[in-house]
């Protein structure tokens, strides 16, 4: 398998892996009672803080 391919797939693992993480951070807003927005917040704020990783 080339390099390219190998690289791509674990930046898509990445990805993935802060894609769930941002969601875990949105359920739990949500759970402890933040509407909408303020839960949508939350996910973007985690999603944009761990892409700059």
Do not use: F, K, N, Y
Request: net charge positive.
């Amino acid at each position: 398998m080339s390099q390219r391919v190998v690289a791509w797939g674990q930046e898509l693992r990445e990805v993935h892996r802060r894609l769930r993480d941002a969601l875990a951070v949105a359920r739990s807003a949500i759970e402890d009672g933040a509407e909408g927005p303020a839960a949508a917040r939350s996910c973007s704020s985690t999603a944009w803080a761990s892409a700059r990783l």
